[in-house]
């Protein structure tokens, strides 16, 4: 039974979602749309200490930051634990929107191209190619 359950856990997961045009936003509502948009953020969610981390990232104008000067930063918000943080750094760095270097984490240098060039072909083309798998099989 236990080999079931192993084989039932997916080998990558994203969670796409459409929202109205993004003019007219303000920052703070822009990178939380951009979250929700790539399911890494959840509608209705209170919790959302990741567009914090985000904004944070994106303020430090290319400086790297480290799991400790970010916890210093986002002092005592709701959600700014040391586990919390790293995690959500996980989740960025697995799309590809974060990248550790020896000098800490950095955002990407432009998100419109890691969309293009690994979100589109190497996580959604991969992830409906084999839902087309199964889809086949099932019609047969």
């Not at 634990?81 to 955002?107: F, W």
Request: glycine content about 6%; some cysteine.
């Amino acid at each position: 039974m236990s080999k079931k359950a192993l084989r039932d856990i997916p080998l990558q997961e994203i969670t796409l979602r459409k929202y109205e045009s993004p003019s007219g936003l303000e920052k703070r509502e822009l990178v939380r749309r951009f979250l929700l948009s790539v399911g890494l953020l959840q509608p209705g969610e209170s919790r959302d200490i990741i567009v914090d981390l985000f904004e944070l990232l994106q303020s430090s104008k290319g400086n790297g930051l480290d799991p400790i000067d970010i916890l210093k930063a986002l002092g005592d918000k709701r959600g700014a634990s040391a586990p919390n943080i790293r995690r959500q750094l996980r989740r960025m760095k697995d799309l590809k929107l974060v990248e550790k270097r020896q000098d800490g984490y950095h955002l990407c240098e432009k998100f419109s191209t890691v969309v293009d060039t690994f979100i589109i072909p190497f996580v959604v083309t991969q992830s409906l190619e084999r839902l087309r798998e199964y889809s086949s099989l099932l019609d047969n």
